[in-house]
Antibody, heavy 119, light 110 residues
Framework: QVQLVQSGAEVKKPGASVKVSCKAS????????ISWVRQAPGQGLEWMGW????????NYAQKVQGRVTMTTDTSTSTAYMELRSLRSDDTAVYYC????????????WGQGTLVTVSS | QTVVTQEPSFSVSPGGTVTLTCGLS?????????PSWYQQTPGQAPRTLIY???KRSSGVPDRFSGSILGNKAALTITGAQADDESDYYC??????????FGGGTKLTVL
């Protein structure tokens, strides 16, 4: 079955960077894009960006543009999201999701990765 | 800036029917936006209920259904149960990999 397994929780200081991984299994990785979605404590879901696992094309939300880089490693079916210059308001659970809008198939989500930014 | 709108809160009686909606700040929602619906309880990842307007995700009871009602996407829950009390999010696809989430609806069953 389709599975997305994310890396573990991280604690970072303001100004640092974090890189979260998302390993996919159960489908042909290059067939779908991966979106990254975050949820700050007590807040709603926020789409951060998308990467095509086929050709690496990306699209980022304006809010994180310039601080985020999304990449994939097709040899290991793994997607990565790196966020730089971390601020306290980047504290959130970060999710990877395959096709969250269900354009081609039922969406699949990772379990989430808590990133805490604190001095 | 595209804003996806949802009711901030809604309540339903046990056994009752409720329809949550998902609109656009400007324009109408159609199937071209592939509206999808998620259920989320505290501390859990979102659970897919409905995708591409009206397709039920595997294992989701048929009490949950999706549709387009007027100019909005809609999630209808019939025979509401206590464990339906959750946050519900809709998401719309804008093309080029871009998705926009609504602010969520907190559903209370009482």
């Amino acid at each position: 079955q389709v599975q997305l397994v994310q890396s573990g929780a991280e604690v970072k200081k303001p100004g640092a960077s974090v890189k979260v991984s998302c390993k996919a299994s159960g489908y042909i990785f290059t067939t779908y894009g991966i979106s990254w979605v975050r949820q700050a404590p007590g807040q709603g879901l926020e789409w951060m960006g998308w990467i095509s696992a086929y050709n690496g094309n990306t699209n980022y939300a304006q809010k994180v543009q310039g601080r985020v880089t999304m990449t994939t490693d097709t040899s290991t079916s793994t997607a990565y999201m790196e966020l730089r210059s971390l601020r306290s308001d980047d504290t959130a659970v970060y999710y990877c999701a395959r096709d969250p809008s269900g354009t081609t198939s039922s969406p699949a989500w990772g379990q989430g990765t808590l990133v805490t930014v604190s001095s | 800036q595209t804003v996806v709108t949802q009711e901030p809160s809604f309540s339903v009686s046990p056994g009752g029917t409720v329809t949550l909606t998902c609109g656009l700040s400007s324009g109408s929602v159609s199937t071209s936006y592939y509206p999808s619906w998620y259920q989320q309880t505290p501390g859990q990842a979102p659970r897919t209920l409905i995708y591409s307007t009206d397709k039920r995700s595997s294992g989701v009871p048929d009490r949950f259904s999706g549709s387009i009602l007027g100019n909005k996407a809609a999630l209808t829950i019939t025979g509401a149960q206590a464990d339906d009390e959750s946050d519900y999010y809709c998401v719309l696809y804008m093309g080029s990999g871009i998705s926009v989430f609504g602010g969520g609806t907190k559903l209370t069953v009482l």
